[in-house]
């Protein structure tokens, strides 16, 4: 069954510093890969998503994520933090287990915290 | 655009209460999913629908249900209820069939208090 780990529950950056959010996969089939923000008391937002069209994957507000096989990896990365970044970041991998759907396994999260 | 709505988007309950959550996903979206986030937990998958039809299984409750109606509206109803069933559900939805690269979109949530 696919997983996605997340190193470092709690992440603390300073403002226009740069943001990196690790995710490591575990998958037996290339794996279909997303990142997601949730702001406080609000839902989840979809940052972006590694599809296998290009390794290098750009979302919104300036985050982007590189997809590497060798390392198993899909770290998030945005070079200069904002204050509006103060979140929860979700990795998230599509169950590959044989079923009818795409529901999402979700890595247990890292809160980014930005410093002034 | 519009979104997943989700409605109430604030419950609270009192145990062996039974609460109901609904959902509407975004138009054209054939597929609808819920979830459930405890505190400072991940997103469990809880149960998905394709074309009205149950398509997937994930760690419901026994005491939960859930059903996609002809509007595609979707509702979780939860009887029973317990303290630890206090979370924030979200309701997501996606076009197509489920397939593995299609983007699912999630609602806002509804936070259920169960005290």
């Known amino acids: 069954a696919q997983s996605v780990t997340q190193l470092g529950s709690h992440v603390s950056v300073s403002e226009g510093a740069l943001v990196l959010l690790r995710c490591n996969y575990s998958s037996s089939v290339p794996p279909y890969l997303f990142w997601y923000v949730q702001y406080p008391n609000q839902g989840l937002q979809l940052l972006l998503k590694y599809t296998s069209a290009a390794t290098l994957v750009k979302g919104i507000n300036g985050f982007e994520a590189e997809f590497k096989k060798s390392e198993t990896s899909f770290h998030l990365t945005k070079p200069s933090a904002h204050m509006s970044d103060a979140a929860e970041y979700f990795c998230?991998?599509?169950?590959?287990?044989?079923?009818?759907?795409?529901?999402?396994?979700f890595g247990t999260g890292t809160l980014l915290a930005v410093q002034p | 655009a519009a979104g997943v709505i989700q409605s109430p988007r604030h419950l609270i309950k009192e145990k062996r209460e039974t609460a109901t959550l609904k959902c509407y996903p975004i138009?054209?979206?054939?597929?609808v999913y819920w979830y459930q986030q405890g505190p400072g937990q991940d997103p469990q998958f809880l149960i998905s629908f394709y074309e009205k039809m149950q398509s997937d299984k994930g760690s419901i409750p026994d005491r939960f249900s859930a059903q996609q109606f002809s509007d595609y509206h979707s509702e979780l109803n939860m009887s029973s209820l317990e303290l630890g069933d206090s979370a924030l559900y979200f309701c997501?939805?996606?076009?197509?069939?489920?397939?593995?690269?299609?983007?699912?979109?999630f609602g806002e949530g509804s936070w259920l208090t169960v005290v």
């Open positions: 998230a991998v599509s169950d590959e287990d044989g079923g009818a759907t795409n529901k999402l396994i």
């Open positions: 997501a939805s996606s076009p197509g069939d489920g397939y593995s690269g299609n983007t699912i979109y």
């Open positions: 138009p054209r979206h054939d597929t």
